[in-house]
């Protein structure tokens, strides 16, 4: 029986497990999906040694970046972005090689061109973090201006402190790859200027669970339209899925 999984420390939040055991069941294939809910990404070689029917698995916060180091090989794609989100395990004999994609691009694209159509405003991206990579690379193929906002100071970004009327008018689009607003945590959300925003301002959440984050909400509140990551999700999912399984 092949096994798949998702690597990420916590898991309360994720639905791949409930995704992909729904897709076994839907294929009539046996196969299991498991969550390697780890404390250190320093546990992975020995989480690999235990688990030898591994196939693949998704990586998730906070290790997309500090999975790398452990990669025996990176698509040209995920280099460039500095992030991974879908591992391969090839196997040959009783040694395997780990790959590293990023399918959080694609998945993000997608999703991001039915939500803003033929819209392409400057953007902020709210956080720092692996899944911002990917975001920041999606958005530079849709010819869509950005700029990242953090808590900390540094050249070419806005501290949220930073945020004036002014550059939230500017901004059209905003993307919350933070993780805040994320289940257990719903009462909390990026500290941005909302009553700044308006009708014509885009809010995307890569936030799923809860469907409608604090950030949504608060956004719905002045008219911004709203989206949050679950069709994201979906499409990296089944991008996954078929790296997973290539011979």
């Known amino acids: 029986m092949n096994t798949y999984g998702i690597l990420g420390y916590p898991l309360g939040h994720s639905f791949s497990k409930k ?7 839907e294929l009539n ?28 698995f998704c990586v998730t916060i906070p290790y997309k ?22 591992v391969q395990i090839i196997k040959n004999g009783d040694k395997i090689k780990l790959k590293g994609f990023n399918t ?32 920041a690379g ?15 100071a540094k050249e070419n ?19 919350n790859c933070s993780p805040l607003g994320t289940f257990p945590k719903e009462d909390t ?14 809010l995307y959440d890569l936030v799923y669970n809860p469907a409608e984050t604090l950030f949504m909400k608060k956004g719905a509140e002045q008219g911004a339209k709203t989206h949050n990551g679950l069709k994201m999700l979906h499409l990296q999912a089944e991008k996954n899925w078929i790296i997973w399984n290539e011979l």
């Open 19 to 25: 995704y992909f055991e729904e897709k076994f069941n």
């Open 29 to 56: 294939i046996e196969a299991e999906f498991l969550n390697f809910e780890l404390p250190s990404i320093q546990d992975l070689p020995k989480t690999l040694d235990e688990n030898n029917r591994l196939k693949g």
């Open 65 to 86: 970046e500090e999975v790398i180091p452990f990669l025996d090989e990176i698509d040209p794609l995920a280099a460039k972005l500095g992030a991974v989100n879908s």
């Open 104 to 135: 959080d691009i694609y998945g993000f694209q997608e999703s991001l061109k039915e939500f803003i159509g033929g819209n392409r405003p400057k953007a902020l991206i709210l956080g720092t973090g692996g899944a911002s990579k990917a975001v």
């Open 138 to 152: 999606g958005l530079e193929d849709l010819g869509i201006a950005y700029q990242f906002v953090s808590r900390s």
């Open 157 to 175: 970004q806005f501290t949220y402190e930073q945020l004036t009327q002014e550059i939230i008018e500017d901004y059209k689009l905003i993307v």
């Open 189 to 202: 959300c990026p500290d941005i200027p909302y009553q700044h925003l308006s009708k014509e301002h885009f």
